[in-house]
């Protein structure tokens, strides 16, 4: 059978290196890490270069209106949010000097940090940040979703470097939601509070130091910082892989990842993209709450992260990320074990049981996981149909419960709230699971603060254990591809491969 496995993945993995080129392998961890990559084919050596990112500049470098992902992975050069999540998912204040939070944690009241200037030498005051948040709650805005909760914003009457937040709902990790970057105004290249500005005009750009920056702390390791503009994927990876570029921050496995060759360093970062295995919980095989806890022995997480996401996702047995405070498995958590899974199977009288598997076929990931999975279920004695569909036409059986199990993903923000997923009315419960327990605890969750989560959050993942709603699988990783040896002390986290910038070394 092991023979027979390896046959498999080999098979799988396929049409995953096809996907112009395989990516490059690094180790999982929860921690970002470097990793090197030689492509098959032998390439030019890249010449000489300072350190140079890409720019299209014919669209927005706006940190909130901006959709460019090449301009906005610049935006932390430029702006600040009023706090910065780091690797583990902390809140740390940056703009913010301090905050009170009412009881019910509705009303949340931010200090700002003192002397704080825009690049144009406007005072940051609460104003400028209450309308900075009001844009991104406005449609066009990439956080819109993400401040669905807010009620409003606005200043205090009593000082003028205070903001109120109202919520609808009570959050007690709103700090996790505030990294938003504070722009001043809404045009294509606003002023920030960051270390750079833009200089130059079209096709000689560059970032260079800021006179006024409030860290005077911090050491920039480069004084300028050129760009080179683009205006396609390919001329974007051309560049890179002619040393023209210095660094880009990639999804390796998603859907259209492009393939980048020569010799490059690969520091992969945690993120909050979460694939699982869903269950129809309504009717079928899965209403029973002891066969969806066999077919979670079907799921080898660990081979899914480590060869089908080549080590660019962390494998996980909680719906919340191994590096955050809230990871914290049950005793003896249901894993990966085929023999009992065929145990499991007999003794349930499921043999031969027919089951419906979703997964959305344009990613080719997420096809080769999900045919791993269902290998393993047909190998324990269930009659799989995998129906790999189109993205609208997945969304659509969802929705309409035509399935028995499916693999899905989501991206949670940083807090985690899990309602959304395991709710009763969450918006992603397609499996219609339903428990008020669940979703008192979930409610205890998001009411309770950072360091105070522990206790409802064990109470859910011991329900989870039980019920067997979902089956974590992994978080996927984002990578920042670098020249090799240009590089190094990088640590990035999501949203930001500038972190830490004043650890860096340029070569």
């Not at 470098?61 to 901006?66: M, N, S, W």
């Not at 660019?312 to 899974?341: C, D, F, K, Q």
């Amino acid at each position: 059978m092991k023979k027979l496995l390896a046959v498999l993945l080999a098979a799988l993995l396929l049409p995953l290196s096809a996907c112009g080129g395989a990516p490059p392998a690094s180790v999982s961890s929860p921690s970002p890490v470097s990793s090197t990559d030689s492509s098959q084919e032998e390439v030019p050596s890249p010449r000489a270069a300072p350190l140079t990112l890409a720019v299209y500049p014919e669209f927005s470098l706006h940190p909130v209106l901006a959709g460019n992902r090449v301009n906005l992975t610049l935006a932390p050069l430029l702006y600040e949010g009023l706090f910065t999540v780091d690797d583990s998912f902390q809140a740390q204040p940056l703009l913010c000097q301090s905050y009170t939070v009412s009881e019910d944690k509705l009303s949340w009241t931010l200090t700002l940090r003192a002397g704080i200037t825009f690049s144009d030498g406007t005072p940051l005051t609460g104003q400028e940040a209450a309308d900075a948040l009001n844009l991104a709650r406005a449609p066009g805005s990439r956080y819109k979703a993400r401040l669905s909760d807010v009620a409003s914003i606005a200043v205090t009457e009593e000082r003028s470097d205070q903001l109120v937040i109202s919520l609808r709902r009570p959050n007690g990790s709103l700090p996790l939601l505030l990294d938003i970057p504070i722009a001043l105004g809404q045009e294509d290249h606003p002023a920030g509070t960051g270390p750079y500005v833009l200089s130059g005009a079209e096709g000689a750009l560059s970032l260079v130091p800021r006179d006024g920056w409030w860290q005077t702390d911090r050491a920039l390791p480069v004084q300028s910082i050129p760009l080179r503009a683009v205006d396609g994927s390919d001329e974007l990876i051309y560049a890179f892989d002619a040393g023209e570029i210095s660094l880009v921050d990639v999804d390796l496995t998603a859907t259209n990842a492009t393939g980048y060759g020569g010799n490059y360093q690969t520091w992969d970062y945690p993120t909050t993209d979460f694939l699982y295995l869903g269950f129809n919980t309504r009717k079928g095989v899965f209403r029973s709450a002891e066969a969806r806890r066999a077919a979670w022995l079907a799921v080898d997480r660990d081979t899914i992260a480590s060869t089908i996401y080549a080590n660019h996702a962390i494998s996980t047995l909680l719906p919340v990320h191994p590096a955050g405070e809230l990871y914290r498995p049950v005793e003896s958590p249901l894993t990966y074990n085929p023999e009992e899974l065929s145990g499991q199977v007999d003794l349930l009288r499921l043999r031969g049981s027919a089951l419906v598997f979703l997964v959305n076929s344009e990613n080719v990931a997420k096809t080769s996981a999900a045919q791993l999975i269902a290998y393993q279920l047909e190998a324990a004695g269930f009659a799989v149909e995998l129906k790999q569909l189109p993205f609208e036409h997945f969304t659509a059986a969802l929705t309409s419960g035509e399935f028995d199990l499916f693999l899905g993903e989501t991206a949670f923000t940083a807090d985690f709230d899990l309602a959304p997923l395991l709710s009763s009315a969450g918006a992603l419960n397609y499996g219609g699971w339903t428990d008020e327990t669940a979703d008192a605890l979930l409610a205890a969750m998001r009411l309770a603060a950072p360091g105070e989560k522990g206790v409802p959050a064990g109470e859910l993942f011991s329900l989870l254990s039980e019920q067997a709603p979902i089956v974590p699988i992994l978080f996927k990783n984002g990578s920042v591809l670098t020249q090799w040896g240009q590089l190094s002390g990088l640590n990035p986290a999501r949203g930001n491969v500038f972190y830490q910038l004043d650890n860096w070394t340029v070569s």
